[in-house]
């Protein structure tokens, strides 16, 4: 392994700890486009498959997304035509997020991407996971103010409030940094492995 990819290394894994997640997105894309593409997608796998099990208990009917993640994920295809106008039928915490995820996973092997659009769409798989994993732990013990939050008709100010009382909250911060560290591991050994 190189000196720049150990340096984007650690880069990665102080901005986790710091989360600071420009710095996080962009320092994984650069390591991303290190692997073959169908490898990187192999990073996000392991958060799909943990909040797929999530998914399924609240929308059983849905089978639909664990077709579109095994066939990205086992066969490195998707359909050209994505459900995306579905996203709004699945509104419990951490849903949206991890269907723009399993969306963006599911562009990254298509084959009218080039390769750079296709590691831009990994990193931003990863990147809804992770969100997704946090609203869902967040949020599932604060229905209601999930429900404020989401409501159209609920003043900027008190939206603004929920989600900085989200995101500064200890444990959403403690969860952050562990799945972007653990996004890191992964990645470390997927490139020691190449």
Known sequence: MNTDIQTDLARLRISAQQREWTTSQDTL?????????????????????????KFESL??????????LLTVIVYGSAS???????????????CAHFLLGVFDLARSVQSIYSEFE???HITNAI?????AHLQYDH?????DSYAVLRDESTPLEE????????WMSQKVAQADTALWLDVANRLEKALNDR
């Open 29 to 53: 894309k650069r390591l991303l486009a290190q692997l073959d593409p169908l490898i990187a997608v192999s990073i996000a796998a392991p958060l799909y498959e943990s909040f797929l099990t």
């Open 59 to 68: 929308y059983p009917q849905a089978k639909w997304v664990r077709e579109i």
């Open 80 to 94: 050209d035509d994505l459900p995306v106008q579905s996203i709004p039928q699945f509104p419990s915490p951490g």
């Open 118 to 120: 296709k590691y831009s």
């Open 127 to 131: 990147s809804h996971v992770i969100l």
């Open 139 to 143: 949020f599932r013990y604060r229905p």
């Open 159 to 166: 939206r603004e409030r929920l989600q900085f009382n989200f």
